[in-house]
């Protein structure tokens, strides 16, 4: 979510937030078509909000090689990175699955999303439905060599 001043009233805020929100949940689901999951089956899409405002997107993207196969979070994460990094600041991150099942970000996204917000909210789908948590909640001891 972009930058607000202390002064502009809660309700405001929030409604920011749930615009933001909305924005990355109908950026994530238009990635999540084009995942490649032959394997699985299991399409997943991710959007980002970075602290400069934009939206990058990613999908699962799946091999015959089952370990390199590569989630739908660290696709956007990479994907922001090659088009303005190294410097990204991330604010927010939205997953969602074709399957409508709980699917919050696996280790090794969170490892990523922390690298490049420690301060992100992430949103996903939890065991009752929408649910919403930092990163520190999902890791708590996530690191930063720099
Ligand atoms: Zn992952």
New binding site residues.
Partial sequence: MPTVKKDVPASTRERLARAARKRLHAAARKAMKNAYAPFSNFQVGAAILTADGKIFSGCNVENSSYGMTN????TAIFSAVAAGGPRLEILAVAVTNAQGVPCS??????Q?IYEFGPDAIVFYQGQDGDAESSITELLPEGFRLR
Avoid: N, T
Wanted: net charge positive.
């Fill in positions: 989630c739908a979070e660290r970000p696996c280790g090794a996204c969170r990523v």
